[in-house]
């Protein structure tokens, strides 16, 4: 697995190695990693590359990296039937190069940032689609957008993002336990929980939580994750008279993001850019509803999830905000079609025997 994270991060690119890696180690299969240096623990079997930070503006770093990728992927590729380049980043490609320097066969994921921010001329970018035996996509919405792009790839297939088992309703006494420590008797819980980036675009949600008419319930704005908007969030809240209705919990352990879905009275996702929303299916699957704006993963899982999951425009904080009044007017946990469609098509077991066939296939 050749990835440019690996958790605590909350974020598809960092989870679904982790998780894969740890479902095929279960069937008998043997796994390493190879990813970035963090400040986080080191993980057995994982190779480490250091981020070079100093001197980026010129490429004496990259091509230190890039040496140090191709001295540290070497042993791993050597013990390798099969590598698994998870999205776009200089080490990704400088691995996929020695992957077929080795005669090894690699199998490439696209989460999204690397084709929609793609302006179908990059060559290092199109070599790594032209050489992967087979290319999957986190949603049919980034296959679409690769070939309107004309990406060349051999093969390619849509491979849904999985729930972890983990992601489940709570008994009553359970979500009572959990939303105890945060809200006042009577309160309702909304619940985000999305790295704090622009493209989450948490700002509008804190616009659509201040238009929110508090007079019928009391509500409670609950935001969970990490990143550098906190402090510019945090005073938006304050400016906008909600900061005592809002709490930004920092990073949370996805034992306790789960805990959290399934006490929220809803999920609200206000991102503008999205392939497969995976909050979204973990909202779900543990039996709160969810308002999302119209971000691309967003339609396509409103599509399939019609009785629980409305979808508003975008970058609007009023249309977010009528939504979200909507769904609280309702009340009420998700249906038995929702929970069906969860188990059939984003189940963990479907996914991993999704990607055996794909490795299989990809072998020589």
Not at 20 to 28: A, C, D, N, S, V
Not at 113 to 123: K, L
Not at 290 to 295: E, P, W
Request: contains cysteine; proline residues 6%; positive net charge.
């Amino acid at each position: 697995m050749v990835t440019p994270h690996l958790p605590p991060y909350q974020a598809a690119n960092a989870l679904l190695p982790h998780v894969l890696g740890q479902e095929l180690e279960k069937r008998g299969h043997g796994v390493s990693f190879l990813t970035f240096k963090t400040s986080d623990p080191e993980r057995p079997r994982t190779a480490y590359i250091n981020r070079r930070t100093r001197f980026r503006v010129t490429r004496v770093p990259q091509l230190l990296e890039a040496l140090e990728t191709r001295r540290k992927a070497r042993p791993l590729l050597d013990r390798a039937d099969i590598a698994h380049v998870h999205s776009n980043t200089w080490m990704n490609q400088v691995a996929a190069r020695a992957a077929v320097r080795l005669g090894k066969p690699y199998v490439l994921t696209h989460y999204g940032t690397e084709i929609w921010h793609h302006d179908g001329r990059n060559h290092a970018f199109r070599t790594l689609n032209q050489n992967a035996r087979h290319t999957t996509f986190y949603s049919a919405g980034l296959l679409a957008r690769a070939r309107e792009l004309d990406v060349p790839i051999r093969e390619a297939s849509v491979v849904y993002p999985a729930v972890d088992l983990l992601f489940s309703p709570l008994a009553i006494a359970e979500r009572n336990a959990v939303r105890a420590p945060l809200l006042s008797s009577g309160e309702l819980l909304l619940f985000n929980v999305k790295r704090l980036h622009p493209l989450a675009d948490h700002a509008t949600l804190l616009r659509a939580f201040a238009l929110l008419d508090p007079t019928p319930a009391k509500l409670r704005l609950v935001i969970a994750g990490s990143g550098d908007e906190r402090a510019g969030l945090e005073s938006l809240a304050k400016e906008l008279g909600i900061s005592s209705r809002v709490r930004f919990l920092g990073l949370v352990p996805n034992q306790d993001v789960a805990k959290l879905h399934a006490a929220a009275d809803l999920f609200v996702l206000s991102s503008r850019l999205e392939a497969t929303p995976t909050v979204v299916l973990e909202a779900l699957a543990c039996g709160t509803r969810v308002v999302s704006t119209d971000n691309p993963g967003g339609l396509e899982l409103g599509a399939l999830f019609p009785d629980d999951l409305l979808i508003v425009p975008r970058e609007n904080p009023q249309a977010l905000a009528d939504g979200i009044a909507a769904a609280l007017r309702e009340n009420r946990r998700i249906s038995e079609r929702t929970s069906r469609v969860i188990d059939e098509r984003f189940s963990l077991r479907g996914l991993v025997d999704r990607y055996c066939e794909i490795y299989e296939k990809a072998l020589p």
